[in-house]
């Protein structure tokens, strides 16, 4: 199996490149060692075969550039670190490729905030995804055909794949590793790398101080009372009792302040299979 990682233009996240490498190298030592032959391929890919400066700091060489590479398995984008619109510019030139491959049968993964790169391709329209949380309203600014999922860890849609915030990379490359080498190199590997197999979701970490820039003071209201009460089974029929406030009206303004539903906060508040209305 060919595994693309990309090495963006721009400020990438070295961490993304070498555990994302790591994690994939050492599934074929352990193979090797057990007397089976190795499961990846793993490049370096890029948009030209020049030296790659990681973040002003490493300079990291390709093994190979997207016009030398006809056909890959699986395209693994990192985060690159700036203004997003600015990183989605830099890197247009990978698109046309991407989507090539894609129609090819070719699957694509995004670490943290390299979903903007993603997203860019049109790719992602229409199916879920997860960021960092941080980005989450410029993502939805800048791609609004996305359904952002910005407590998740992981999504998967048909062959795109896509993970939270920072080092919860490591789940989606726990994930792949799972999906294409087994479970039980999966459980060796959150092992080595101490990575939490059953982790699902980012909202523990999230700050929801970028969704109460609105003016609306009886919704900002609202999400104090949700978020100092995550801990209960609370119900939008309760939130609106609460503040005397019709539900339809309320879930009106909910919407229009925060841009995304009361529902949808509860549930990044509080991560539970179960929704309460």
Known sequence: MHISILLPEGNMSVSNLEATYKMFTIANDVLINSGKKPKF??????????NKSGNGIFHIKPDVSIQELYQTDLIIIPAV???YKKIVEANKEFIPWMIAQNNKGTETASLCIGAFILASSGLLDGKDCATHWMAADEFKSMFPLVQLRDDKIITDENGIYTSGGAYSSLNLNLY???KFAGREMA???SKIFEIDINRNSQSPFIIF???KLHDDELVREAQLYIEKNYYEEITVREICSQFNI?????????LKACNNTAIEYLQSIRPSNRIFI
């Not at 391929?41 to 020049?50: E, H, I, P, T």
């Open 41 to 50: 391929k793993v490049q370096m890919v890029a948009v030209n075969s020049s």
């Open 81 to 83: 670190h700036g203004s």
């Open 176 to 178: 792949l590793i799972e």
């Open 187 to 189: 459980i060796r590997h």
């Open 209 to 211: 101080n970028t969704q």
């Open 246 to 254: 019709g539900r339809r009206t309320f879930e009106r303004r909910f």
